[in-house]
């Protein structure tokens, strides 16, 4: 079943010079590139994103890094590309995730896990009318 995601790199994947190396995977895997935008985000945005976890006591950190400089923001495309996606990304925390998966192989942190890719179909579809209103 074709499905579309949103998927962020987040602000540390820009500043290392990351984005080629993890478009690669999600392009080599034959996800379709559906939008992307290179974007800065302010707090308010970051609210709305995160909106399941703005109570946690891990989230204001978490908005100073994902409002901390320019993110790339895209919608995939593909068959099943909520799981796969989850399934490229790796576990949360970067010191966990298995080898071979984008945060496994570059990522040493909880917080600073270079993607997100939306969990859920509902989550989705939000989260793609949330960063891209316009897409048709
Ligand atoms: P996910 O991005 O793997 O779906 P979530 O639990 O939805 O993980 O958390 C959203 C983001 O919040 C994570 O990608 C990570 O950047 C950050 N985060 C989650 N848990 C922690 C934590 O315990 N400490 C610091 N940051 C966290």
Redesign the pocket.
């Known amino acids: 079943m074709s499905q579309r995601t949103l998927v962020l790199l987040k602000p540390d994947t820009v500043r290392r010079g990351l984005v080629g190396e993890v478009l690669g995977r999600f392009e080599s895997k034959g996800l379709r590139i559906v939008a992307m935008d290179l974007r800065t985000i302010d707090a308010e945005m970051a609210d709305q994103h995160?909106a399941e976890?703005v109570e946690k006591a891990?989230y204001p950190p978490?908005r100073d890094f994902v409002t901390s400089g320019p993110l790339v923001a895209m919608v995939l495309e593909g068959d099943e590309a909520i799981e796969v996606i989850r399934a490229l990304n790796g576990a949360?925390d970067g010191r966990k995730a298995a080898p071979g998966t984008i945060r496994g192989d570059h990522s040493l942190s909880?917080?600073e896990?270079l993607v997100?890719g939306s969990?859920s179909e509902d989550s989705a579809s939000r989260e793609i009318k949330l960063w891209f209103p316009d897409l048709p």
Do not use: Q
């Open positions: 995160y976890h891990f978490l949360t909880n917080r896990n997100h969990d």
